[in-house]
């Protein structure tokens, strides 16, 4: 391999920007912790307060905590639908 050619080479990583799965499961976390946490303030505050850049890390940690209880319900009832047969 040349020199010329790994600074192509290079060049092509340094410019892709790939949406990788990961990052939508980031942004829809970040959704459902601010639409959680509007509801938890009974709608009191504005929605633009809870999803903001300031507050993006509590919205994804919440909804991400939503995401695996969900899931975890989700298995026990079909542990319970599979019991039942």
């Known amino acids: ?5 790994k600074k192509g080479e ?15 499961e980031l942004n829809s976390s970040e959704w459902f912790g601010a639409i959680i946490r509007y509801f938890w303030h009974l709608g009191r505050k504005k929605f633009d307060t809870f999803y903001n ?12 905590l939503l995401k695996v209880i969900m899931l975890i319900i989700l ?11």
């Open 1 to 5: 391999m040349t020199k010329d050619s």
């Open 10 to 24: 290079l060049k092509k990583k340094e410019g892709l920007n790939w949406q990788t799965e990961a990052d939508a």
């Open 53 to 64: 850049q300031r507050e993006l890390k509590k919205n994804a940690i919440i909804g991400w």
């Open 75 to 85: 298995i026990y009832l079909g542990y319970l639908y599979m019991n039942s047969i």
